[in-house]
């Protein structure tokens, strides 16, 4: 068992008891709601005559079902639009803050939660989305729940879990050009499988992550779960300290900052720190990784063969087989040139500021192809304005994207935002399982948002690092 | 925080017949498209399940074992390994379990995915490979002949063999002691939960 990590330290303070089932009952410091899996929770409350015990530690908004397009009420889809009017008679029972799309703050549950300040180190986060593990950037302890856990966290803001064991992943040297945090997360993926964080909870270290931003460590944290691993975090340090000190919440309470940071340093694993498993990567020799199958552990680098089926894992050979007949890809070859007919630049895992930037430096001076139809949807109303500021929309709108409203849009087939057909798309978001997109025949190819950019540009899947300069005109 | 009384059955043994859904990696948006979590309760959620598998573009039936009569009365789902990764969709179990399933016998499952199913009282056995892939093919063969899963025990028994499995130690004792709702059981730590959160720097309760 580990001793002296973060996870070993957090678990402590939150730990309520042990439960005769053996598992630990833990107090959840935020518990993050949105639409679609809430509803039925509060549904089993009103059935048990429960009230929400700490609406003060409830945070809500609303991303999967929100159009991207028209935001106006009522919403086109009538379910979708039942479904915000229940969230919306929900939260305004129960006294729960809603970041509405109204309030300039609404946003992918992932993206808001950080920006909001309330994302803090040594905190438990749990909410009924498994990409929770976004939160853990922050060296918070972070879970995706199902429903009926979310009744049990709303009726008593605690949760029945068992402990875990943790693997150390530390990711040595410095990242190459075009190389993101994205690479670095589908390459962890690839080698320890989809599986292969299944009983862990990872712990993300060495150099290429320490020197990440903190958008960044959450575009590998996100991913944890692709690997199996429930829970990702990154120790908080002076990046976290810093990203913290600048968000409104703690601009206007300087004193909580102060009174908190101690706390923050205290949760960081130790250097004595033990663990049950430790794996080490060589960042430097990373290039940008694109996905060719439909898992997300089915990642190739972009000048690298498509494996054969039979090199793999005995295991892996079946799924491998069928993914390959699905994306219509050959063993041999490269990911270079596969057609695209959509480039998606949004998620939860790449739609946040530095995202945005990386992709509009790709895109600036380019024009989309003309077989391609591109959109850049921002992860919150915040990170849009924040673009719009900088005048990325302007780049991305004169290169042809559509410019759209926060949600996570394309990322799954739950609203307007949808692959039609056999349609393939380049996608800066995190699962490639069949259907995903919204269309059963549909491809998506996970990549990086430089990479996104780059294969919109070009219609098909390209190395960025190789995308012909931009003609300058004197 | 008041509460009512919840019946949470004591789940020792689960017996019936068999389905096999054979492959590794069976996310759970192919379990239930996300298309059908459009809706404030799970009700109806059985008759979507793998349902792209299940039903081409213009919803004729294809080639699937949850469409063969042969198994209409299954109550045991048998998988292969990582079954139910990806999203943490509730949805997921409960269109199985509204489907007719009572437990899933497999090679290893996703976490979030077994712990949505100890919520629902479904037990999520997991066996050996080999073990696993007689028993599929066993069904095919004997589709109407029952399993029984002895989840205190952790064994399965068909055709003649019985076969040890293992069921998670938490998730046993839940399901044996019937405590695996655990709502009013952790309602009633309420002194303890303060307790805890009174000892956090950032969890005071506020005006």
Known sequence: MSSGTLYDKVWDRHKVTTLPNGQDQLFVGLHLIHEVTSPQAFGMLRERDIDVARPDLTLATVDHIVPTADQSRPFADDAAEEMMSELEANVRDAGIEFLDPTSGEQGIVHVVGPEQGVTQPGKTIVCGDSHTSTHGAFGALAFGVGTSQIRDVLATQTIAMDKQDVRKIEVTGELGEGVEAKDVILEIIRRLGTDGGVGYVYEYAGEAIESLDMEGRMSICNMSIEGGARAGYVNPDGTTYSWLSETDYFEEHPAEYDRLKPYWESIRSDDDAEYDDVVTIDGSALEPVVTWGTTPGQGVGITDPIPEPESLPEDKQDTARRAQEHMRVEPGDTMEGYPIDVAFLGSCTNARLPDLRRGAAIVEGREVHEDVRAMVVPGSQRVKAAAESEGLDEIFREAGFEWRGAGCSMCLGMNEDQLEGDEASASSSNRNFVGRQGSKDGRTVLMNPQMVAAAAVEGEVTDVRELPEVATVS | ?207
């Open chain 2, 1 to 207: 925080m008041t509460g009512s009384e919840v019946d949470v059955p004591e789940v020792t043994e689960v017996s019936g017949t068999g389905i096999p859904i054979r492959g590794n990696d069976i996310d759970t948006d192919q379990i239930i498209p996300a298309r059908y979590l459009k809706a404030v309760t799970f009700e109806g959620l059985g008759q979507f399940a793998f349902f792209d598998q299940r039903y081409d573009d213009e919803d004729n039936p294809k080639d699937h074992p949850m469409n063969e009569d042969r198994y209409r009365d299954a109550s045991i789902m048998v998988v292969n390994s990582n079954f139910g990764c990806g999203s943490s969709r509730e949805h997921a179990p409960q269109a199985l379990m509204r489907w007719g399933i009572d437990a899933l016998i497999g090679e290893s499952f996703a976490e979030i995915f077994a712990g949505n199913c100890l919520a629902l009282g479904v037990p999520t056995v997991t066996a050996e490979a080999e073990d696993v892939r007689d028993l599929q093919n066993w069904i095919e063969e004997y589709p109407d002949e029952e399993i029984e899963i002895d989840v205190a025990a952790e064994t399965v028994h068909f055709d003649d063999r019985t076969v040890p499995v293992t069921v998670d130690d938490g998730q046993r004792k839940a399901l044996v002691d019937g405590i695996w709702d655990t709502t009013a059981l952790m309602q009633s730590n309420a002194e303890a939960i303060e307790a805890t959160a009174a000892d956090l720097p950032y969890a005071d309760r506020s005006d």
